[in-house]
């Protein structure tokens, strides 16, 4: 039995800005997307904005910060269980949306505290994809820069966050994506609604 467990979702996303405004009122459709049955969890809303804009949670050992800079939108979190599986699937469809807009970017859903395992998001040339991320190659996306940028805003935050991220040096079984599915009940109660930063004009970097 897998103890209770937090994880990490970071990603970035470029959106023409032409084509914003349809991504965001686009209806959310993760049963289309190739390889969506080796992530499942609920999804609170019925559109990109609802996700995007919409969506409410920070528990104190918890975080999600989503900002606009320029056409690319970026996101970083760290979650508990519950918070994770509400919002995993929910950001990875709106990110697989934006396939259908010219959107170019990943998102990609870690293991930190107590587990293992590693999702990814794809998006580019028109087509979204997701997959699970082998037991081998977790090492290089925990060490991407989007991943260690989670880390460090857990460092900057302190106090719980940084207890957390202490426990994160502990013993991390890996896990199969049946032990990270969770059970069919009710979403979570909504929590306070998640710090979203205005947005700011700097450099876009495309993804790679």
């Given at each position: 039995?897998?103890?209770?467990?937090?994880?990490?979702?970071?990603?970035?996303?470029?959106?023409?800005?032409e084509h914003r405004?349809?991504?965001?009122?686009?209806?959310?459709?993760?049963?289309?997307?190739?390889?969506?049955?080796?992530?499942?969890?609920?999804?609170?809303?019925?559109?990109?904005?609802?996700?995007?804009?919409?969506?409410?949670?920070?528990?104190?050992?918890?975080?999600?910060?989503?900002?606009?800079?320029?056409?690319?939108?970026?996101?970083?979190?760290?979650?508990?269980?519950?918070?994770?599986?509400?919002?995993?699937?929910?950001?990875?469809?709106?990110?697989?949306?934006?396939?259908?807009?010219?959107?170019?970017?990943?998102?990609?859903?870690?293991?930190?505290?107590?587990?293992?395992?590693?999702?990814?998001?794809?998006?580019?040339?028109?087509?979204?994809?997701?997959?699970?991320?082998?037991?081998?190659?977790?090492?290089?996306?925990?060490?991407?820069?989007?991943?260690?940028?989670?880390?460090?805003?857990?460092?900057?935050?302190?106090?719980?966050?940084?207890?957390?991220?202490?426990?994160?040096?502990?013993?991390?079984?890996?896990?199969r994506p049946s032990?990270?599915?969770?059970?069919?009940?009710?979403?979570?109660?909504?929590?306070?609604?998640?710090?979203?930063?205005?947005?700011?004009?700097?450099?876009?970097?495309?993804?790679?």
């Open positions: 039995m897998v103890k209770p467990w937090d994880a990490a979702i970071s990603g970035r996303l470029v959106i023409p800005a405004a349809a991504w965001l009122a686009a209806e959310l459709d993760w049963k289309s997307v190739p390889g969506h049955q080796v992530l499942k969890g609920y999804i609170s809303g019925e559109t990109v904005g609802d996700m995007v804009d919409g969506v409410e949670f920070v528990e104190a050992r918890e975080f999600l910060e989503i900002e606009w800079a320029g056409d690319e939108i970026q996101l970083r979190s760290f979650q508990g269980q519950a918070g994770f599986t509400e919002s995993m699937v929910g950001f990875a469809a709106a990110w697989a949306a934006a396939a259908g807009f010219g959107g170019e970017g990943e998102l990609i859903g870690v293991g930190v505290v107590a587990i293992r395992f590693g999702y990814r998001v794809r998006v580019g040339g028109r087509e979204a994809s997701v997959e699970r991320i082998p037991d081998d190659e977790l090492d290089a996306f925990e060490a991407v820069p989007d991943a260690l940028a989670v880390r460090e805003r857990m460092a900057e935050i302190g106090g719980a966050m940084a207890d957390k991220l202490s426990a994160a040096a502990g013993a991390r079984p890996f896990a032990t990270v599915t969770p059970p069919a009940a009710a979403p979570a109660k909504k929590k306070a609604p998640a710090k979203k930063k205005a947005p700011t004009e700097k450099k876009k970097k495309k993804p790679s």
